[in-house]
């Protein structure tokens, strides 16, 4: 019997990575997680390393199952005042006018990379090293910037952004300018990330060097 696979994704980038690890042998959920892990690291702004989620998976036979792998609450179980928070609130005025809290006590445990390592594990069949090597490939070599990154980071660049040096080097010209929808971003330290959390597994992420 002959076995077809279609892909949906963000941008065709993500989706050609999906194709690449069906072409090498792996089933639908190899190629939904290589294509996701071009998605969250080729958007800038949209989507990140940092993320969660949930996945659906139904084996010919079976009961759909649904992983959980949503963010945790931002310091969850730890007590401290609020005047030794680390948080800055921010107004945007994309989409009409927005204000966000940006700052290290602002950012959830992102449930995405556990999400992805369970359901390899799980239900995959590809190594896991193998579904990361489009994006370390892509990231460390250069993706264009999409037009809805550019449309987000047109607002958001300066106060959030910029805020961290490789986050400013790779999304601006040396003479400070933003890049364009379409054109280059580098990010060689992102790159460096994922080849770490590749080699290691998921554990990485949480409680290796970069946890």
Known sequence: MTSRLAIAASSALAAQAGESMALAGGNAVDAAIAAILISINTEPGVCS??????????RPGDEPVTLDGYVAVPGKGISRPASERVAVSVHLDYGGGVTTV??????GVPGGIALFGHASEHYGKLPWKTLFEPAIDITRTGFPLPAASFHYLEYSAGPIFDRSPDGRNALHHADGR???AGETIIVPHLADSLERIARNGPAEFYTGELG
Request: proline share 5%.
């Open 49 to 58: 390393l940092g993320c969660g989620g949930y996945i659906t998976i139904r």
């Open 102 to 107: 940006v700052g290290p006590d602002t950012v």
């Open 178 to 180: 933003l890049k364009q």
